[in-house]
């Protein structure tokens, strides 16, 4: 539950990233051009009424937000003016380089123009429903999911040899909140850091950390063949934190996860009968 609960995470992190440039509307491109590769500077915010998977019955996710976390400190520091996008996703210059043996390259770095070294983001929804095939019997599974964060640097490639896809990111979630009504249930202020953020907050203080201490590198390797589609871990070491767990409106405590590794984990996804 809980490593399929942090892959979820990381995957909708990477999604947010590729949300940038699918599909590419002039009137939201600040900048395309076309030298060696293509730079792609855009600000994004979207939102999405409703997504929802269905199979025999369906789960529906509502009132989906993307954009820019809109604060102004994150792990308790200002990191500059790049981090200060408001609501909009901004501040990034995606690079697209088709290299000399096929393989695709799209890499995310901060726009110097902004200054800082970051980009910050925020996803939120609504409601999270189950339904029946006849949509008679509904459930709330979560009431809602708010996540912020901030990232220094994003990268996929795309082998044209094996097609499998590397993905290596350094993000921060600075804030998780999640209300589950129907187990009376809330978390709060969650975060996911580096493995040596709670070692560098006790020797440095918030305003001394540096943006490693922040940030978790993960680097995944996602591919498919005949059992499915593979998402195999390559290396994710982080420290993780949650605020606050309520249950019937009353605070059961905090808790702190030092020095997690999920290296070498894995799973397979594949559909069923």
Same mark, same amino acid.
């Given at each position: 539950?809980?490593?399929?609960? /942090? ?69 308790? *520091?200002? !990191? ?77 490639? /795309? ?5 499998? /896809? ?37 020797? !440095? ?21 005949? *059992? ?27 808790? *702190? ?17």
């Amino acid at each position: 539950m809980k490593y399929s609960f /942090i892959a979820a995470t990381l995957l909708s992190t990477s999604s947010l990233l590729h949300a940038a440039f699918d599909p590419i509307d002039d009137a939201e491109l600040g900048v395309i051009s076309g030298q060696s590769g293509i730079t792609i500077e855009s600000d994004l915010y979207a939102t999405i009424g409703s997504f929802e998977y269905i199979d025999e019955g369906s789960v529906s996710v509502n009132d989906i937000v993307i954009g820019g976390a809109n604060k102004a400190t994150y792990f308790g *520091k200002d !990191w500059g003016d790049s981090s200060h996008s408001g609501i909009k996703l901004d501040g990034s210059l995606i690079t697209i380089d088709v290299l000399s043996d096929g393989d695709l390259v799209i890499a995310g770095s901060v726009n110097p123009a902004l200054g800082g070294g970051i980009i910050d983001f925020g996803i939120s929804t609504g409601s999270i429903q189950l339904h029946s095939a006849d949509k008679l019997t509904s459930a709330t599974l979560i009431d809602s999911l708010s996540i912020t964060g901030i990232v220094t640097k994003f990268r996929t490639k /795309i082998d044209a040899a094996t097609m499998h /896809i590397l993905t290596e990111a350094e993000v921060g979630i600075d804030d998780l909140d999640i209300d589950i009504s129907g187990l009376n249930m809330k978390v709060e202020n969650a975060f996911i850091a580096s493995s040596t953020y709670f070692e560098s907050l006790e020797d !440095w203080g918030s305003q001394g950390l540096a943006l490693q201490d922040v940030t978790a590198k993960v680097s995944m390797d996602i591919h498919a063949d005949d *059992k499915g589609l593979h998402i195999n871990t390559n290396s994710l070491e982080f420290d993780m934190g949650i605020g606050s767990v309520s249950i019937a409106d009353a605070s059961i405590g905090s808790f *702190k996860l030092d020095n997690v590794n999920l290296t070498q984990s894995s799973m397979i996804i594949s559909g069923h009968p």
